[in-house]
């Protein structure tokens, strides 16, 4: 079920929150936890086992964990290999036969083997749970039903935030939503809604314009139009998703981690892994890059590690190699700036504008990766993009791509991702016009997406996928 559907806006999210709030106090986790399920089944339902199966081996291990504590590491170690295992079997057993059938030119079958929605986040979460329990962090659940809350959430569920168990653990046991927090979430949802259908959508048709064309048909400025415009759409899809499972959380009384901090106004790589896809990255630092190391070992082993955690993060995103290098990718660049120093902050509008222009760059490359569908279309792509493939001539020109409208979209997607329209808003946060102005906006923005979503048959998410 899509938060941007005519189903979850009007019938499922109405009925959830009204009973919700009719429900005496000590209901409320257990009508989540089953609205959570409704919610995962309604598009998914075969593969509704494979959560509870994933839920009962995390909570059964961290009991284990914490009551025999000279043997927690192994229990920890039997809990990961079998989130992980799951994980790797659904995500990346066809790959793997595949690439061993190319390899060593075996003809190995492929099985029927289809990705389960949401696995890759909460396979994660269930993981963050029964580490935090061998910490000592948290106590574990003694609750089976709100540790499935915890796993199953249906804001964050099917593509995150990652939320880690020591962060939420408090809020699942006792919370309570004031009228502001309420109000709070409904504009972050109606916000994330209207970037989702009414830029990352329309972005997306754009996109879709050019990358079904082989890059040979098109010229350097449209490869890099192209670029750009995914780079747009991909943080507004994903962003917008994650605004809308903040939201959702505060209409129920959870603070959900912050995922998205402006990335395209950093100034390094570095910089921008501090604000793009945060839940995944902190969850890499705090439960990989850690263990590893970290930074405590030396520049040489701190090196190291940034290039594993960066490989397994792309190995994260998805059974193809094009996700793999886009990770390999990203941890060169960091470890790039760390031997040059170039992540580090100096004053100079020169100095720090070329720095951006250099990230802006590495962004748009990086991200290239999630579009493409093969190693091959990615090289001859960016060698478009630098003037270093040979097309063929064609009159196709950028105005062959957009009208008006996609104009008009593409300038409120640079401003709003350089935080324009942020900054304008916090200026004037403390004057009641202004304020008035907000809401009268956020209402026709509520009212224009749902026009939209009638409209239009245009409405995945890219990180379903995931």
Known sequence: MLF??????????????????????????????????????WGEPKYLFVMFIIILI???????ISKYEQKSKLWLTLVVIANMGT??????????IDNLNQALHTGFSLWNVALPLGISFYTFQATSYSVDVYRKLVQPQKSLYKLALYICLFPQLIAGP????????????NRHTTLDEFYYGLRRFIIGLAKKVLVANILGGIVDNIFELPPTEFNTGIAWFGAITFALQFYFDFSSYADMAIGLGHLF????????????????????WHRWHISLATWFKDYLYIPLGGSRKGELRKNLNILIIFLFMGVWHGAAWTYIISGVFNGFLLVFENITKLNREKSGFFYNLLKRIYTLI?????????????????????????????????????????????????VIAILCSAAV??????????????????DIW???????SCMQIAASTYNPFIYFRF
């Open 421 to 438: 329209f942020k900054n304008m808003l916090k200026w004037g946060e403390n004057n009641e016009v202004i304020r008035i102005i907000t």
């Open 442 to 448: 956020i209402f026709i923005l509520l009212v224009l």
């Open 362 to 410: 590495a962004i748009i490359i990086g991200v290239l990766f999630f579009r493409t569908k093969t190693l091959a279309y990615s090289k001859d792509f960016i060698l478009n993009m630098f003037g270093l493939l040979k097309t063929n001539d064609t009159v196709y020109n950028i105005f062959n791509y957009i009208d008006r409208v996609d104009i008009i979209v593409l």
């Open 4 to 41: 941007s559907s005519v189903t979850f806006l009007f019938i499922f999210l109405p009925i959830v929150v009204g009973l919700y709030y009719l429900l005496p106090q000590k209901l409320r986790n257990a009508f989540l936890l089953l609205s959570s399920i409704v919610f995962y089944a």
């Open 87 to 96: 994980l790797a079997y659904f995500k990346y057993f066809n790959f793997l």
């Open 162 to 173: 990652i939320v880690k168990y020591h962060d939420i653990a408090g809020q699942i046991e």
């Open 253 to 272: 009384g959870f603070t959900i981690m912050e995922n998205f901090n402006y990335p395209y106004i950093s100034k390094s790589m570095s910089e921008t």
């Open 58 to 64: 995390n909570y059964f291990g961290a009991l284990l």
